[in-house]
């Protein structure tokens, strides 16, 4: 899991991902006229101030929430890491997740509870919401459930 | 004079835009690079600002004008390879009083303005446009390709640097804290320098059902072409070849990229001389044309992603074809960027170089002959992987194999057409290079 605590200004774009985290709920993204147009959910994540899709702001993204559950899209197997408190758990891995509802839309896990090197790519994966040490920000991660 | 970075209509990024307006009318011809080294020493000799000084002299002389000809420069500002200044860090004064300084004391050792070029150079005295083509030499050579084209200046210096401190850079700072700010999303998980990058490479791998160790003849090919390149870092500082088995047997990075699939960060400069075609007639080297000059811009998200890449290097290279009036079979040889290495998979794939579609690659770099004396030569430069961090190996590289002085590295085909670019192949900007206007 993330060693290291997120921590949002207030006003950050990012600020309400993190209270909903610690509210065991996913939120991301959403771009209005971006699923109008294409009949199709259009979710991003990272935050940003804009849809990097069609480049509107403001009123055009609002915060959903999501159901929690992905694929696991790709991966890598961490073993030389910036991160001081990450490097004694190397090798880690790290997989990107696809979340159900926009493959598109993607998020990182170190895989709880799957082996290093042993990641099932195109697995079903749920999030769960973990504590971190520094402050108690709860951040997602994620486990293999089929 | 204020600099500015180059505004987004002298790029060329949109598909359909037909073949370039300049096309042939603007030719490379000086060439001058700076010694190398692994970080800088702490003196004034070797600081970025007299790297850059020296290869700025070296391209001029060696286009054989006079210093007060030139009326162009176009140049990126920023030259750390990953390595900042920690604030609160002393700052060298004997370095930058060794100069003549712009109001920032970094500049110069950490950074590199035009402004500060000009002050160090009195003998440039009839430099009258200045421009910022930021990131690399890829982007510079584009925006002053394109000056020159619309008449801004008619004999440019290009010029980029890069300037590697002590430590091991993305260590310490954010990276050592308990709490992060709320955007470091990679960073939660560890990422970092090429972690993207090996998530696409399994993608890929995964897809197309290979294997890392498929890269080892492109790496040792790298390699070699890097130790013949006499401007080199590893020519220079450590002329050891590499083999198959040091390259699989090497430890991971962030598996499936080990450390030969990095790139060195290294103290470098380099910087070209361009003018019109018309006066290139003039000059002591053999000019060489730009067809083309192409741009992509990436979208970045959290994962960069397979079909980013491979639908982004399919557009690079639609535009660099026809904006230069040419296919792929006009092409005598590539050097598009390669660190990480495997960047370069993507681009091969995408110009179709050889002939070659998606997903053969890699067959390609084991079955076929990748060297410079094949039919088919591969990153005949060497790269980042072969010579170290500057992404501009592979331009100086283009430009010697047409003007047909790349010494050892020479290819053995006829060298007519090559193109170069980088840095992403979700994104960068390219250019087309001939030995004649076309």
Redo the contacts between chains.
Sequence with gaps: M?K??????EG????P??DAANEDRLIVQRCLPCTDLRGLTVL????EPTC?WCGLGDDALEWYEVCGRGTI??????????????QPDQ??N?A?ISLEEDP?C?????LRDTPV?EIP?GATVEVVFEVT???GQK?PEWRVVG | MTTQRAPASMYRNREGLGVWEHRGKVAAVGVGHSPTSRRWDGTAENCIGALAIDALRKAIADAGVDPSAVDGLVMDPGTTTGAHWEEGDPIPMDVVNAFNPTDDPLDGIAKLSAEWILKNMPELSGINFTMYGPGCMSNAIVVAAQAIGDGMAHTCLVLKGWHNLAG?Y??GGA??????????????????AG?TD???F??YL?KYGKNHDMMANFIVNSKKNGLLFPEGFFAQNRPDEITREDYINA???????NLFDMDIPIMATAAYLFTTAERAQDMAQNPVYILNHCTTRP?F???Q??ENAMLSTEATARKSYTGAGITASDLSFENMYDGFTVFHNHYLEGLRYGGMKRGEVLDFYESEDISISGPNPVSPSGGNCGSGRTRFWMHTDTIQQLQGRAGARQISKPAEIGISGGPMPQGGDFTVWSSTPG
């Design positions: 993330p290291q605590s997120p921590a949002p200004a950050d774009i990012t600020k991902f993190w991003q994540f990272p935050p990097v899209d790709t991966y890598g197997i961490l073993h030389d890491a910036a991160q001081r408190q990450l090798p880690l790290v990107v598109r993607q998020m990182l896990s170190h090197d790519v040490p520094a402050t951040v | 091991r993305y260590q990276a050592a804290m308990d709490t992060v700010a709320g955007n470091a999303w990679g960073q939660l998980w560890g990422t970092r972690t090996a998530f696409t399994q993608e995964h430890r991971w990075i962030v598996k499936p990229l979208k998200g959290l994962n992603g397979l």
